[in-house]
């Protein structure tokens, strides 16, 4: 192995390794045992949600799709994740997420550095079909892990029937998926007011 290789491979390690932080970012969603949710728990789900969906519509580049839900959430590293509840400046956050994102990755070789910075970016503008598909994934996966989660009293369930629909009316089968996603949330609610 030549020398360019071998820092290129220990770029890459050095990259992993910095990437458990998110095993260790915790989110504002518990599973159902009663733990807190990491950041790296949802991004797998919201992966494997998509990857499953693949033969269901082919029209999509589902490659591309995984790639963006696997790297969504990686500029939540070092400051964490802040729950959708919670009204913020949203182009700061972003401005945020790419500086953390930048740092996180800054160890890799530049062709890494652009795959996932130019993933990360087209998922956030949400322009094409794939990052409609990941940005509406990633909410449905949220709302699963919150109706299927053992979560505090106060948990506000009516928040996830609005969370994320401006992605829903995409594509036939993501409609679907949320309906069932929406009836499930309304048996929570239901459940939740009868106590």
């Known amino acids: 192995m030549n020398t360019e290789n071998q820092i290129k491979v220990e770029e890459i390690i050095t990259f992993i390794k910095e990437l458990e932080r998110l095993k260790n970012i915790t989110r504002t969603a518990w599973?159902?045992?009663?733990?807190?949710?990491?950041?790296?728990?949802?991004?797998?789900?919201l992966a494997m949600l998509a990857l499953v969906l693949t033969p269901y519509i082919p029209e999509v580049n589902f490659s591309k799709v995984i790639s963006m839900c696997l790297v969504h959430d990686l500029g939540e590293a070092y400051e964490g994740d802040i729950s959708a509840t919670i009204p913020i400046d949203q182009d700061e956050?972003?401005?945020?997420?790419?500086?953390?994102?930048?740092?996180?990755i800054n160890t890799l070789p530049k062709s890494s550095k652009e795959m996932i910075t130019s993933l990360w970016k087209e998922y956030n503008e949400a322009i094409s079909i794939e990052a409609k598909i990941a940005k509406s994934l990633d909410k449905m996966e949220t709302i699963i892990q919150h109706n299927q989660g053992k979560n505090p009293s106060d948990f506000n369930y009516a928040f996830n029937l609005t969370y994320g629909t401006e992605y829903v009316t995409i594509n036939e089968i993501i409609e679907k998926l949320r309906k069932i996603i929406d009836d499930d949330t309304h048996i929570k609610l239901s459940d939740k007011q009868e106590k």
């Open 31 to 45: 599973t159902s045992e009663g733990k807190q949710e990491s950041v790296a728990e949802h991004s797998w789900r």
């Open 93 to 104: 956050k972003l401005i945020n997420e790419e500086r953390d994102i930048l740092r996180l």
